[in-house]
């Protein structure tokens, strides 16, 4: 008889953890971030387990914002897309497997825009319908 640790069991407990100390971050910087939006806000996005931490980015009018996309997997690749038809928002960003990429956006039409991941599983369905998908709410800068 063998005895084995199954590492696939303790790969997972491991993303988990940190899983979980990502939100914890990510709540740190949520109540840090309570009202008036600077330009100099760094919004994290985590990417990673098929969603979007938060879900809901929100951004005013007339004023820049970094966002840090943070891929939290280790071997699956994602993918921040704004769909925006009058082209002012439209992007697609990869971003590798744990690894992270800033972009400046400063939008300025208010509205609501689709985000999500337009990466796909080889022979499966895509990022997008796993739950990858969010929205982008540009709010009229106050007067
Ligand atoms: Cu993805």
Redesign the pocket.
């Known amino acids: 008889m063998q005895t084995s640790i199954p590492s696939g069991s303790l790969t997972k407990r491991l993303q988990r953890t940190s899983a979980l100390s990502f939100l914890l971050i990510l709540v740190v910087i949520g109540s840090r971030s309570q009202g008036a939006q600077s330009d100099n806000e760094v919004i994290e996005i985590l990417?990673g387990s098929?969603e979007f931490i938060p879900n809901q980015i929100r951004l005013t009018a007339g004023q820049s914002a970094k966002l840090r996309l943070v891929n939290t997997d280790s071997i699956i690749p994602?993918?921040f897309t704004i769909e925006d038809n009058t082209g002012e928002l439209d992007l697609s960003i990869d971003v590798p497997a744990g690894e992270s990429v800033d972009i400046h956006l400063k939008p300025t039409r208010p509205g609501r825009y689709v985000i999500y991941?337009a990466?796909k599983m080889l022979f499966m369905t895509s990022?997008r319908d796993h739950g990858?998908e969010g929205t982008l709410i540009v709010e009229p800068s106050s007067p």
């Open positions: 990417l098929y994602h993918n991941c990466n990022h990858m």
